[in-house]
């Protein structure tokens, strides 16, 4: 069974940075988009970030000059290294994995960052 699971959530001081990763498992997602979304409490949850197979990225324009996705294929991970981080970038991060752009085939559990002001 696929399964994505991240880490590296946490709490963080307004400036500062976090890596989350995302380790897949049970098939090869070599070939999938690969994602992260967000979802602040109260709020839809919208894609931050995606990476295709061959290493073309896309960003929401919130994120972009502060977040950088990046992918190992060798170790089936995917990451999600933020930096400059803000309050309202506070949100349960979410990895997907998906067949087109929408990355919206398989998700993880969440991991949880806040970012104090």
């Known amino acids: 069974q696929a399964q994505l699971h991240e880490s590296g959530g946490g709490l963080v001081q307004a400036g500062g940075s976090l890596r989350l990763a995302c380790a897949a498992s049970g098939r090869t997602f070599n070939r999938y988009y690969m994602g992260w979304y967000r979802q602040a409490p109260g709020k839809q949850r919208d894609l931050v970030a995606a990476?295709?197979?061959?290493?073309?990225?896309t960003y929401a324009d919130s994120v972009k000059g502060r977040f950088t996705i990046s992918r190992d294929n060798a170790k089936n991970m995917v990451y999600l290294q933020m930096n400059s981080l803000k309050p309202e970038d506070t949100a349960v991060y979410y990895c997907?994995?998906?067949?087109?752009?929408?990355?919206?085939?398989?998700w993880g559990q969440g991991t949880q960052v806040t970012v104090s002001s």
């Open positions: 990476i295709t197979s061959t290493g073309r990225i």
């Open positions: 997907a994995a998906g067949g087109n752009p929408n990355v919206d085939d398989y």
